[in-house]
């Protein structure tokens, strides 16, 4: 159960207060009950050293049976001097003692009572405070300002109240930010599509607008143009498909099926994806590695991202070159390099070489910039790390974590 600790404080004030109290006018009772009764007993004994006076014969039994018997009381006797038995007291002097303890009394009763109210009201005035405090940081964050000092919190209801406001305030503030960083995205994004499919798009316009313009074109040149048509038309393609993929793995849409695959049979359909481009440039791929290492991932999403990064060792390979893949497993991770050794990546360009849209010095007219930043999002997100390598030759390097 959550602690009330300044409730709990100012209940054992308040009960330190009436305990307090209680012995106080305990003491006080007891102080009056000897005033009275010192004060009586003085005038008894007076009454008795006068009766003395008068009757020496009087014995100290017969003084004491008159004091303690109890019998019945003239009246008659007292009312000659204004008094009443049942009201007043016959020592007049203790009429004077009982009216100032009476004063005392009440006056002790009724600040008691202010101390309790006061008690009272100042934890209740704690708790307004708190609440109007608590208020006015909801103001605050429906005007979206996302600042709260909980510094002076402590373990009292409110507070509790106060710290889970603040876990909401930096989860809105959490969200606002995603939110703006997300709004700077697309629009990045949308601006860099747009820029990507623009050129493309321009090309197809101007060799449709040249076939349409010169019908008495010939047919080497429209074969020409058709190629390229289809070349530019390729290249939409490959940018909407990458897009696309990159969209569902930042929305978390894609639902990965792991499973414990080889390595060889990653590498081995990653190898037929490129097959046709390395025989165009005539570039060998040679394999090396245990054959019996494995990977706990998605085959297709896998396969995918080894595809593009070799595609790109391809594009920047030199025609008749070679690139390496190695592999291998051990207790941490798995792992695979691909190395190429063509004309390499400037050092200005790594560290932005995963980076969306991003084309380098050595890329290739054709590129788009989308393969290396799609690749990289796909093994990230099956618990995988790549890092790439530029000195003599290119090397990507991957790494499965277990």
């Not at 200005?348 to 989308?370: Q, T």
Request: with cysteine; proline share 1%; charged share 30%.
């Amino acid at each position: 159960m959550k602690n009330k600790i300044e409730l709990r404080k100012t209940l054992i004030c308040i009960l330190c207060v009436i305990v307090l109290a209680v012995a106080l006018f305990g003491a006080i009772y007891v102080y009056q009950y000897k005033v009275y009764t010192n004060n009586f007993n003085n005038k008894i004994a007076m009454i008795i050293t006068k009766l003395t006076e008068e009757y020496p014969n009087l014995s100290e039994s017969e003084l004491f049976e008159i004091v303690n018997k109890q019998g019945n009381i003239k009246e008659k006797l007292f009312d000659t001097y204004g008094i009443d038995l049942n009201k007043d007291a016959v020592v007049i002097e203790n009429e004077r003692i009982f009216s100032k303890f009476l004063i005392c009394n009440i006056i002790f009763i009724v600040f008691i009572c202010i101390i309790i109210l006061f008690l009272f009201l100042r934890y209740n005035k704690s708790k307004d405070k708190k609440l109007n405090e608590i208020t006015k940081y909801i103001e605050e964050i429906n005007n979206k300002n996302y600042k709260l000092d909980i510094d002076d919190n402590s373990e009292d209801e409110l507070s509790i109240l106060k710290n889970e406001i603040y876990k909401t305030t930096i989860m809105l503030k959490e969200i606002a930010e995603n939110s703006k960083q997300d709004k700077i995205k697309l629009k990045d994004s949308l601006s860099d599509i747009s820029h990507q499919l623009k050129t493309p798009l321009t090309s197809i316009t101007i060799l449709i607008d040249n076939i349409i313009d010169n019908p008495e074109m010939d047919k080497e040149t429209k074969a020409e143009f058709a190629k390229d048509i289809k070349r530019e038309v390729t290249n939409i393609n490959f940018l909407v498909q990458a897009l696309l993929k990159l969209s569902k793995l930042d929305a978390n849409s894609v639902k990965f099926i792991n499973e414990d695959v080889t390595v060889e049979s990653i590498i081995a359909e990653s190898m037929k994806n490129v097959a046709v481009l390395s025989d165009l440039r005539n570039v060998k791929i040679q394999v090396n590695g245990d054959k019996n290492a494995k990977v706990h991932c998605d085959f297709k999403w896998q396969v995918e991202a080894i595809t593009n990064i070799l595609k790109n060792a391809i594009e920047h390979s030199n025609t008749n070159g070679n690139i390496q893949i190695n592999y291998e497993e051990n207790q941490v991770y798995t792992k695979i390099e691909i190395i190429d050794y063509g004309v390499g990546i400037d050092k200005e360009d790594l560290p932005h070489i995963f980076e969306r849209f991003y084309k380098g010095k050595n890329s290739s007219p054709e590129s788009v910039g989308i393969g290396l930043a799609l690749s990289k999002s796909i093994i990230e997100n099956n618990n995988g790390y790549i890092s790439v390598e530029a000195e003599q030759e290119t090397k990507f390097i991957i790494k499965y974590f277990k």
